[in-house]
């Protein structure tokens, strides 16, 4: 069959390939390019001054932390709504236990809380088969209120808050959170793109069938997503914690806000897919969403409910651009 | 030939699915360096024989001895192991994978140190399998996503093939692949055969089947009903076989003159679908069949998608003779329009929705009350009516799709679009993956249709198809109309392929 009408010369040819992929990653620096030259512009020179892009360079980390678990997570076609509460679980462990014992308690806490956490989860979905969604919704409620029930020592609805210690918070100060990123996404790329777990997770996700039948052990699997989600979430955690010095919390699923602003970052990069690693496209996806709140705060839009819609809109803008030409309906 | 000559002996090998027995007590002997051709009607437990062998199903009794020791796989990497591979009818490829990790998912080990894959060393062992083994070549990095059915199946060919398996298993997919890789198949099974290796070939084409194998089983509701040579069998003597019953081979057309009406029911003006087609202009006629051939990538099914309003023309335009315009699918729809593609599973059917849901679907406009309301007891008259007249093969209209055989879903994807008043209906390879039985009464459907007016675009990978049912045929080469027979006219195989290649 060598070289007959299949050869790819059209759009999966080698040098096609290599061409689009140039071309776009191309034209889309010089997309960013400009939309920040414009945000500069409409904030009358503030918005590229240094110490305004470290601002937005810190904020995004610990979301971006999130969003990488996320791209596992939309990957292998489940969903996770506990995350969120997770968080707040380990960084209150990583604020009381760095507080308590120090610097290395504060991380081993955050990191410890956080991948046992989502790794039960993933033990729950992957044993007894309820659908993630529900499942995740019910485990998001247990974690809220234990977190709750730990800080105050008794059940509440009421918000309360949890702090850390300022010598403790290096890591939520640049450059030192920027390194962390930096190495953290080393790893992820590589665990992505280049290990047997991370072509079995697009495996199970894309066709289970196929992946069962060539031998792909969907239950293991799915369990090294958990362990490797885990530990993204307890980084996030302690970085959010070392980031903000504080966790608050109520019950009644308000955790689940915490979940937004990286499921919109990886959402993005899902997009983006098409054309940018999605490894490669998180951090880039979270660096514009955070310009984006970063522009609505210089120009003085109210945050909360103006500036949530506000980014919704720019979320769904970026969704059509990306999703221009597919067919059929996208679910 | 003595017994150390069989590298697979199968005895009184036994499945079920619940009350289903899909084979009862099979006995089945493969040779080192034999093609044998599995055949039988849909529904005869042919898949589910190769799927046994495969370590897809686990058979409830009987046995199995390869190389002369007892055989039984757990899985299809088990089978792997053994050196069986199957290309399977509808197993696919992961969509959102590169082509080389779809060639080697599930055995990534043999690429990788501690869990981290060389990606240099698998695509290099891809591209040196595609080379090896003359497949198209294809980028190892390209994701699978938007490729062609045709070369979906090269890339589970080579991942058949990656095993260096000593017996080939081939469930239909010559079925899928176009005259040209269809060629270079059978190429490549003699080849194995050189090599000694043995091969299990499923095709519902007859005389493809008589020409490739050495010998044929014939299956029939789930038992061996035969086993010859190819060489002492006639087609006709395989058809009896099959349906326990005589059936003519000539379930073509008899006359050899187009016959259809004057007037114009579709018009194609320079069509163009950007990479695919180029300037393609045609008029369909009121009770036409109009055929179209090529090879792989000639567009005949781009046209299709381009002429139901799927695929988005660049340029030019698809007008109905009622005057409206087809720019989507909803236009053609409203003009009476019907659409079989090619990829029935992927494009046609809901595959886990009911027979019910399925045939009814592209009923529900013409089936809604005054108020808005679908009555139920008129869908499940229409589902009920598709499935007698058609004779599908079922335990009700409740039954999921992916539970049919595949000439049964056929039969349910055409018998919906047939219960419409249709004044056109565009038909993409419509007899891929159906039985003999099936194929005649699909044609008989195809020459009721053409009585009643209907005029049917027929896009076929097969040239005695589209010869047997066309009026006309348009041969298409690299996206562009080469020329345009009419029947009775220098209609012949050898006319056509001088024009294809």
Sequence with gaps: MRSNSLTPSGRFSEKNILREKVLFAGLFVLAVAVILLVFNLLTHGNFLEWMNIKIILANMVYPTFMAWGMCFLLACGYSDMSWGAIVVLASFGTGVFGNLYGFGAALAAGVAIGTALVFLNFCIFAFTKIPSWIASLSLAMIYEAVAVFLYVGKSTGALVSAAMEKELRIFGLLPWSLIVLAAAFIIIYYVYNRTIIGFNVRAIGGNAAVARALGVNATSTLLWIGLICGLLIGAASFLQESYSG??????????????FQPLAIALLADILQKKINIIIAVPVCAFLLYAAFNLLTLLHVPSGTLQEALLCLFIIIFAILGQRGAKGVVK | ????????????????????????????????????????ENGSGKSTLLSQIAGLYRSDAGEMTLNGKPYSPSSPLDANRAKIAMVMQELGVVEKLPVGINVYLGRLEQFSSRGAVNMKSLNGAVSRLFSEWNLPPMPPNAVVSGMMIEQRKIIELARALSVEPDILLLDEITQSLSLNNRNSLYALIRRLKDMGRSVIVITHDIDEMLAISDSITVLRDGEVVGDVKASEVTADEIRYMMVGRNISGDYYRADTAPDYAEEVVLTAEGLTVEGEIEDVSFQLHR??????????????????????????????????????????????????MGYVPKDRDNEALMIHASIFHNATLPSLKEFRGPAGFLSPARLRKLSGDIVKKLSVKCTGIQQAMDALSGGNKQKVNLGRWLAKDLKVLVLDCPTRGVDVGVKGYIYELMKQAKAQGIAMILISDELTEALGMADRLIVMKDGRIVRTILRGEDFTERSIIEVMI
């Design chain 1, 246 to 259: 504080i966790t608050t919390v109520k019950t009644g699923l308000s955790s689940i806000f915490l979940i």
């Design chain 2, 1 to 40: 030939m003595s017994a150390a000559d069989n590298i697979l002996e199968i005895r009184g090998l036994c499945k079920s699915f619940g009350s289903t027995r899909a084979n009862i007590n099979i006995d089945f002997t493969l040779k080192r360096g034999e093609i044998k051709g599995l055949i039988g």
């Design chain 2, 287 to 336: 009770g036409e069949i109009l055929g179209f051939v090529g090879l792989s990538d000639s567009g005949i099914h781009s046209v299709g998608k381009a002429v139901f309003g799927l695929a988005k023309a660049g340029k030019g335009r698809v007008a109905l003779g009622s005057g409206g315009e087809v720019k989507n699918t909803r236009d053609a729809i409203a003009g009476s």
